[in-house]
């Protein structure tokens, strides 16, 4: 039962076959007694609303999610409920309003019964950066299951829940659900509201879920997509219907490969699996179309300019003086700021809050951060006319399979885990990692495919396809 999906457990529960309130009280039950940390808590209302559901659903209800318990990032608000992005700094804060996102899946019929542990702020890439402590991976808990939206992934991939909602700035929700064998998509930048969801790099960050399979991750984020008037970043693009997208054959589509991209894989275990997705594709009809995408490399230090530069700003909010942490030793107006943000951030938030003021200070505002800006105007432009030759990109989700906890102790290493992901999130494109191969030490490998602006369905399609046919299917 707690491997079902989003579709079988709603089918189940229409049926009658199910209950909200058994499938929600079984994966609350297997959290207690999990060794993952995933789930830093679940509401106490929980089975309460799964009841609540089960009712409605006996007097004629069918949303979308009807029944479907579902956990959120803890960066992402329902009223009434704890958020606090990981962090000391917001450890007692209680939402006061519901994000889209979150009201978007009630409406729908979906019971939000618990928050995910994820890098405090999301600044991480490994889950190790959270005040509740590291998060593990599900198919071995001495490596780790990615970050930022680690506890999502990898409760995902653990059978805590159903499915999951992530948010994604550089990566944070294709490289823990390659790691913990998941599927997950960041959408294009403006598809899904950020209204309600607590911000790390706004002109980045996307929310979009992490599920077990290709179809749950089309029914939901066709539920959290769309305009909304609280969020002026928001489009108006129509939603597709994306599940119309499944059940394709891949032959004739033209699949760019990005020769830059492929000799930054040198050496690295992605290769061999990069090389291996190549194949597959071909062997199914695909065509391989070389394409460019100049300064790709470069994509990397770009948005370790214009994140932190963003977050420094974002984060000054947190001052100790009205919902946040407050050192009670602190005499002053002063020392409040001073020694509430000492100790309510960790050490990676610190350090990116340093890196963001110093490259926008007035002596090197233009040197790094005016420069950043234009590589990412240049980087957004030739992905673009790379699309014009090609109707999907080809990229490994990660470097290859999840890291030992505690390996990635110099920051630029853990950094460097984003070097495959940050592209899409700079140039606001739709990316998403599909589970593909078992590596060498027997941990799940995911592949990454990059579309158009709102062509999601493209990569629908092909990850649909390769999650059907690809070895031990």
């Known amino acids: 039962m707690l491997e079902l999906g989003i579709k079988e457990i709603r089918e189940k529960i229409l049926k009658h076959e199910l209950t909200s309130e058994q499938i929600t009280k079984a994966y609350i039950d297997e959290i207690k007694n999990s060794k993952l940390n995933a789930v830093v808590e679940v509401f106490a209302d929980a089975l309460t609303k799964a009841r609540e559901m089960d009712k409605k659903i006996a007097s004629g209800f069918s949303g979308k999610l009807a029944g479907v318990p579902i956990i959120i990032k803890d960066n992402i608000l329902v009223k009434g409920k704890h958020a606090s992005a990981g962090s000391r700094m917001l450890e007692n804060y209680i939402a006061e309003y519901t994000s889209t996102v979150a009201q978007k899946m009630l409406n729908e019929g979906a019971v939000l019964f618990a928050r995910a542990n994820m890098d405090e702020f999301a600044m991480g890439s490994g889950t190790e950066t959270s005040y509740y402590g590291k998060t593990f991976n599900p198919f071995d808990i001495t490596r780790s299951p990615g970050g930022s939206s680690g ?26 659900a390659s790691y913990c064998g998941a599927v997950g998509i960041k959408p294009t930048y403006g598809r899904v509201s950020r209204y309600g969801v607590i911000a790390f ?3 980045l960050d996307q929310v979009g879920p ?3 399979s290709v179809e749950d991750n089309a029914i939901l984020l066709e539920v959290l997509s769309g305009r909304d008037e609280n969020d002026e970043t928001s489009d108006i693009t129509p939603v597709a219907n994306y599940t119309a997208f499944l059940n394709k054959d891949i032959r004739g589509m033209k699949i760019g490969v990005i020769s830059s991209v492929e000799k930054m894989m040198k050496g690295l275990d992605c290769e061999a699996y990069y090389n291996k997705m ?23 230090p770009v948005y370790y300019i214009i994140a932190p530069a963003e977050a420094a700003s974002n984060l000054a909010r947190y001052d100790g003086v009205k919902y946040t942490f407050r050192d009670k030793d602190a005499r002053n107006l002063e020392e409040i700021y001073r020694k509430s943000r000492t100790q309510g951030f960790g050490k990676e938030v610190k350090r990116r809050i340093m890196l963001g003021n110093y490259v926008l200070s007035s002596g090197y505002f ?15 432009a030739d992905m673009l006319k790379a699309f014009n030759n090609c109707d999907v990109i080809l990229m490994p989700s990660t470097k290859g399979e999840a890291f030992k906890i505690g390996a990635k102790v110099n920051p630029v290493d853990a950094y460097m885990e984003d070097m495959f992901t940050v592209s899409a999130n700079i140039t606001g494109v739709p990316a998403i990692s599909v589970p593909f191969c078992m590596g060498k030490n027997n941990m799940p490998v995911g592949m990454q495919f990059l579309a158009p602006h709102f062509e999601e369905g493209r990569l ?6 390769v999650e059907k046919h690809k070895e031990g299917k």
């Open 460 to 465: 629908y399609r092909v990850a649909d396809f």
């Open 151 to 176: 506890g999502s992934a990898a409760s995902v991939g653990g059978n805590l829940c159903a499915a999951a909602l992530g948010t994604d700035t550089g990566g944070s929700i294709r490289q823990p």
């Open 201 to 203: 790099a706004s002109s």
């Open 210 to 212: 992490i599920t077990k």
């Open 278 to 300: 190549k194949q597959f594709l071909t062997k199914h009809g695909a065509q391989l179309v070389p394409v460019e995408v100049e300064n790709m490399e470069l994509a990397l």
């Open 366 to 380: 233009d040197a790094y951060y005016n420069k950043a800006r234009s590589l990412q105007a240049k980087l957004r």
